[in-house]
């Protein structure tokens, strides 16, 4: 029984390695692109396979390179983080109602891998979501991510020195090309992202805040503004039927 148990976690494993691939494949640019922007924002090798390791969320790490550019504290970049990523707690508690039952130590472990794309991976797949699933499928996106950050880095240590310089605009490149299919697809990411984009201006030009606490400011206020403008909104339509 003990054989076969075994048996049953490694083809679990091995499913979950092979729907891995894809997210493995599809992070491969983005953290390559990390880790070069890494090494222009001054961080060395170390500092950034590092913070893949520890951090492991591609649109944190890439807030927290402009905010360390600003020179910006490590509360602030810290408190940003945690609201950027805010939606994994969402994420988790779903999740878990699909994922076997297991020790809470395995839970743990594996859920620090859960990213968007892992967990649309794991939330579609038939039946109950094994720990082995988990394991197979959450190794090959955090080996990848790791990985190509640090390759990344070195690639971007091999660049001429102005190339390196230059490679800052690409920051902000990243941002828009991660902001427009958004936009496009809704028009409350639109107002959402405008409003932030106003708040931010007031606070950094007027000298109201220093620029790490103006972007989480801005943040909190346009998304609650917008939240409760949503609900204003149904109870409107709701009250009109």
Same mark, same amino acid.
């Given at each position: 029984?003990?054989?076969?148990?075994? +048996?049953?976690?490694?083809?679990?494993?091995?499913?979950?390695?092979?729907?891995?691939?894809?997210? +493995?494949?599809?992070? =491969?640019?983005?953290?390559?692109?990390? +880790?070069?922007?890494?090494?222009?924002?001054?961080? !060395?090798?170390?500092?950034?396979?590092?913070?893949?390791?520890?951090?492991?969320?591609?649109?944190?790490?890439?807030?927290?390179?402009?905010l360390i550019a600003f020179g910006t504290g490590i509360f602030e970049i810290i408190l940003t983080t945690f609201i950027v990523n805010i939606r994994h707690f969402l994420m988790s508690t779903s999740l878990n109602e699909k994922c076997e039952d297991d020790h809470l130590t395995n839970k743990l472990i594996y859920s620090f891998g859960i990213t968007d794309e892992t967990f !649309?991976?794991?939330?579609?797949?038939?039946?109950?979501?094994?720990?082995?699933?988990?394991?197979? %499928?959450?190794?090959?996106?955090?080996?990848?991510?790791?990985?190509?950050?640090?390759?990344?880095?070195?690639?971007?240590?091999?660049?001429?020195?102005?190339?390196?310089? !230059?490679? +800052?605009?690409?920051?902000?490149?990243? =941002?828009?090309?991660? %902001?427009?299919?958004?936009?496009?697809?809704?028009?409350?990411?639109?107002? %959402?992202?405008?409003?932030?984009?106003? =708040?931010?201006?007031? =606070?950094?030009?007027?000298?109201?805040?220093?620029?790490?606490?103006?972007?989480?400011?801005?943040?909190?206020?346009?998304?609650?503004?917008?939240?409760?403008?949503?609900?204003?909104?149904?109870?409107?339509?709701?009250?009109?039927?």
């Amino acid at each position: 029984m003990e054989n076969i148990a075994v +048996g049953k976690e490694l083809s679990e494993l091995k499913k979950g390695l092979q729907a891995g691939m894809s997210i +493995g494949i599809g992070y =491969f640019p983005i953290a390559l692109t990390f +880790g070069l922007l890494a090494k222009t924002s001054g961080l !060395s090798i170390y500092e950034t396979i590092l913070m893949s390791l520890l951090v492991f969320a591609g649109a944190s790490q890439y807030i927290s390179l402009s905010l360390i550019a600003f020179g910006t504290g490590i509360f602030e970049i810290i408190l940003t983080t945690f609201i950027v990523n805010i939606r994994h707690f969402l994420m988790s508690t779903s999740l878990n109602e699909k994922c076997e039952d297991d020790h809470l130590t395995n839970k743990l472990i594996y859920s620090f891998g859960i990213t968007d794309e892992t967990f !649309s991976v794991a939330a579609t797949k038939e039946g109950t979501v094994t720990t082995g699933f988990m394991f197979g %499928l959450v190794s090959v996106a955090y080996s990848s991510w790791v990985v190509f950050s640090g390759i990344g880095h070195l690639i971007g240590a091999s660049l001429p020195q102005t190339l390196q310089e !230059s490679m +800052g605009v690409a920051l902000y490149a990243m =941002f828009i090309g991660l %902001l427009v299919p958004s936009m496009k697809k809704s028009m409350k990411v639109v107002f %959402l992202a405008s409003l932030s984009a106003i =708040f931010n201006c007031i =606070f950094t030009f007027g000298n109201l805040l220093a620029p790490g606490w103006a972007i989480v400011l801005a943040t909190i206020l346009s998304a609650v503004i917008i939240e409760v403008v949503e609900v204003v909104k149904k109870r409107h339509k709701g009250g009109s039927l």
